[in-house]
Nanobody, 127 residues
Framework: VQLQASGGGLVQAGGSLRLSCVVD?????????LAWFRQGPGKEREFVAA????????YYLDSVKDRFTMSRDNAKNMVYLQMNSLKPEDTAVYYC????????????????????WGQGTLVTVSS
């Protein structure tokens, strides 16, 4: 399974970006758990958002909950992260991740729960 993320760039604080990730998983895409993580300069990889399967709830990092929206398009094997009201602290390389089947709820925020990763796309938010 291959993932390809895109959509990063430089944006001013308060601006918006939409990240996209194509997941080459074939016709089983709807059963995949999908997630976004990020890694800022000098920081560990951090959970941002996750959806355990198509039609289920989406979970967010508290600091992005009212600003970011994760969505998935099963017809196109795509997952998106709409990011609004961006802040300088959102600056990071953003990664999409996937795994076949839903992780247990307590593990949805752990990067160890995901088997496949995209290459990352850099988001830089200037103040």
């Amino acid at each position: 399974v291959q993932l390809q993320a895109s959509g990063g760039g430089l944006v001013q604080a308060g601006g918006s970006l939409r990240l996209s990730c194509v997941v080459d998983s074939g016709r089983t895409f709807s059963s995949y758990a999908l997630a976004w993580f990020r890694q800022g300069p000098g920081k560990e990889r951090e959970f941002v958002a996750a959806n355990r399967r198509y039609g289920s709830n989406t979970y967010y990092l508290d600091s992005v909950k009212d600003r970011f929206t994760m969505s998935r398009d099963n017809a196109k094997n795509m997952v998106y992260l709409q990011m609004n009201s961006l802040k300088p602290e959102d600056t990071a390389v953003y990664y999409c991740a996937a795994r076949p089947g839903a992780p247990i709820l307590s593990a949805v925020r752990s990067p160890n729960s995901y088997d496949y990763w995209g290459q990352g796309t850099l988001v830089t938010v200037s103040s």
